[in-house]
């Protein structure tokens, strides 16, 4: 299925919602989209495409390119009538996007994926969740799109890995937004500085790192007293889970970069913080997801028991990933202390 065929679902299959109200006042949101290869430029097309359909229309799309002059060149012609800006800061998704919210005007900036599509209340259902000062940031729900099917051995509590929400993520309130579908309020990063440059994903970057908007998220609740980030489902958009994704060598590389990751964030913010929702989320989510597979393994199902196996071996992973980060951080603290005394 293309991405373009995402946005012709049948909107009964994707979520069952209450209807979105379209009270959104004089909210003005400009749409990031950062891209950075010419393999993707079906799908960097198709995202502009499905943000041009929405039916609260965006004040402007800002399509940053990073560090690729061909690719920047070819889509300024291409899209003469989107913003198409480079990257001015670190190569990377957070320079990247650093540099969209710097060029943007709205009253809220929204990120999407430069390999998804939205559907046209997107961001319909993002400017109705912000009724109050209060809540600075708004994200949605994001579902795979596979390039063949989902595997069978393939958990939902882990659909994090390729980009998409988990099973087991409740409408409200939340700690962190997920990077590809999430808003946030223009002047919050005025307040506490962009996305940090030390974490998420490059091109030259040989493990899919993650976590710079968790670690942004955390960062805001931090330096803003009562700032809250809500989890609105009727903002969807189709995320492609292409065939290399589907392999179970890529679950654990992915999981093992989130470990790397996540130690990175606890460094930044602290592990109290940066470890809360994740603790949480072993407890309830996996811990359920391992007996569900288990008692279908008991009915007759396999499947089951593999997924089952999949979530033991996924969290094992990610926390070796995050073991070999914590050591790593201490390692380079300890060696800039000492060039500190030397």
């Given at each position: 299925?293309?991405?373009?065929?995402?946005?012709?679902?049948?909107?009964?299959?994707?979520?069952?919602?209450?209807?979105?109200?379209?009270?959104?006042?004089?909210?003005?949101i400009s749409v990031v989209i950062c891209a950075y290869t010419e393999q993707l430029w079906d799908d960097v097309l198709a995202a502009v495409r499905s943000v041009q359909k929405q039916a609260l229309p965006p004040l402007e799309i800002i399509l940053v390119v990073?560090?690729?002059?061909?690719?920047?060149?070819?889509?300024?012609?291409?899209?003469?009538?989107?913003?198409?800006?480079?990257?001015?800061?670190?190569?990377?998704?957070?320079?990247?996007?650093?540099?969209?919210?710097?060029?943007?005007?709205?009253?809220?900036?929204?990120?999407?994926?430069?390999?998804?599509?939205?559907?046209?209340?997107?961001?319909?259902?993002?400017?109705?969740?912000?009724?109050?000062?209060?809540?600075?940031?708004?994200?949605?729900?994001?579902?795979?799109?596979?390039?063949?099917?989902?595997?069978?051995?393939?958990?939902?509590?882990?659909?994090?890995?390729?980009?998409?929400?988990?099973?087991?993520?409740?409408?409200?309130?939340?700690?962190?937004?997920?990077?590809?579908?999430?808003?946030?309020?223009?002047?919050?990063?005025?307040?506490?500085?962009?996305?940090?440059?030390?974490?998420?994903?490059?091109?030259?970057?040989?493990?899919?790192?993650?976590?710079?908007?968790?670690?942004?998220?955390?960062?805001?609740?931090?330096?803003?007293?009562?700032?809250?980030?809500?989890?609105?489902?009727?903002?969807?958009?189709?995320?492609?889970?292409?065939?290399?994704?589907?392999?179970?060598?890529?679950?654990?590389?992915?999981?093992?970069?989130?470990?790397?990751?996540?130690?990175?964030?606890?460094?930044?913010?602290?592990?109290?913080?940066?470890?809360?929702?994740?603790?949480?989320?072993?407890?309830?989510?996996?811990?359920?997801?391992?007996?569900?597979?288990?008692?279908?393994?008991?009915?007759?199902?396999?499947?089951?028991?593999?997924?089952?196996?999949?979530?033991?071996?996924?969290?094992?992973?990610?926390?070796?990933?995050?073991?070999?980060?914590?050591?790593?951080?201490?390692?380079?603290?300890?060696?800039?202390?000492?060039?500190?005394?030397?």
């Amino acid at each position: 299925m293309t991405l373009d065929e995402a946005m012709r679902h049948d909107e009964a299959t994707v979520v069952e919602r209450e209807p979105v109200q379209p009270d959104t006042g004089s909210l003005t949101i400009s749409v990031v989209i950062c891209a950075y290869t010419e393999q993707l430029w079906d799908d960097v097309l198709a995202a502009v495409r499905s943000v041009q359909k929405q039916a609260l229309p965006p004040l402007e799309i800002i399509l940053v390119v990073d560090h690729n002059p061909a690719l920047f060149a070819r889509l300024t012609a291409e899209l003469p009538e989107v913003c198409v800006i480079e990257n001015r800061e670190e190569r990377g998704l957070s320079g990247g996007k650093n540099t969209g919210v710097a060029r943007a005007r709205g009253d809220v900036v929204a990120f999407l994926d430069d390999d998804a599509v939205a559907e046209a209340e997107w961001l319909l259902a993002m400017a109705a969740a912000y009724t109050s000062p209060q809540i600075v940031g708004v994200g949605g729900r994001t579902l795979p799109l596979w390039e063949t099917a989902r595997p069978n051995w393939f958990p939902e509590e882990f659909d994090w890995v390729i980009g998409c929400t988990f099973v087991g993520r409740p409408p409200g309130k939340v700690r962190n937004l997920l990077g590809g579908n999430a808003s946030f309020r223009r002047h919050v990063f005025d307040a506490v500085g962009g996305f940090p440059t030390g974490l998420g994903r490059t091109a030259a970057s040989s493990r899919p790192l993650g976590c710079e908007e968790t670690e942004f998220c955390i960062r805001v609740s931090q330096h803003i007293p009562g700032a809250i980030f809500l989890y609105e489902p009727g903002a969807v958009i189709w995320h492609r889970a292409p065939a290399a994704r589907e392999r179970f060598s890529y679950f654990l590389s992915r999981c093992y970069a989130e470990g790397l990751s996540k130690a990175l964030v606890t460094r930044s913010v602290g592990v109290e913080d940066g470890l809360a929702t994740e603790r949480e989320y072993v407890r309830d989510a996996l811990r359920k997801g391992v007996l569900r597979g288990v008692g279908q393994g008991v009915r007759g199902e396999p499947a089951g028991l593999t997924r089952s196996g999949a979530i033991v071996a996924g969290l094992g992973v990610t926390a070796w990933g995050y073991g070999i980060g914590r050591m790593r951080t201490r390692r380079t603290a300890r060696s800039g202390m000492a060039t500190a005394t030397a």
